[in-house]
């Protein structure tokens, strides 16, 4: 069961990411409430970058996420996520960036 120290412990962490890496482009960041497939429940971190696989390597290396990814490609678009902690606290980073298709010669 989540409770509200889990919540204001995520909001510290993130604020806390926030300002220790604020030389990083800044992403979209919310705290959220989870739920695992063993029925767990928390408050994490969600940080999003638009646009750019190159902001979300930044900012994986920063928060010392494991170097495996999620990897989702759905039309021209690829979707990359990676999960850790950070403070104690689940962070889910997220990336959607638009990639062109090598099959498609342009216009």
Known sequence: MSTEPDR?????????????HERLP???SDVYEYMTGS?????GVRLILRDS??????????????????????HQSVWLTASGEYE????????MA????????GE
């Open 8 to 20: 204001s412990a995520a909001a510290y962490a993130m604020v806390m990411m926030l300002t220790r």
């Open 26 to 28: 800044q992403p979209e």
């Open 39 to 43: 029925g767990a429940q928390g408050w």
């Open 53 to 74: 696989i190159g902001k979300f390597e930044h900012w994986r290396e920063a928060l010392d996420l494991e170097p495996v990814v999620d990897f989702e490609r759905c």
């Open 88 to 95: 104690g606290v689940r962070v889910h980073l997220l990336s």
């Open 98 to 105: 638009e990639v062109p298709d090598p099959d498609d010669p």
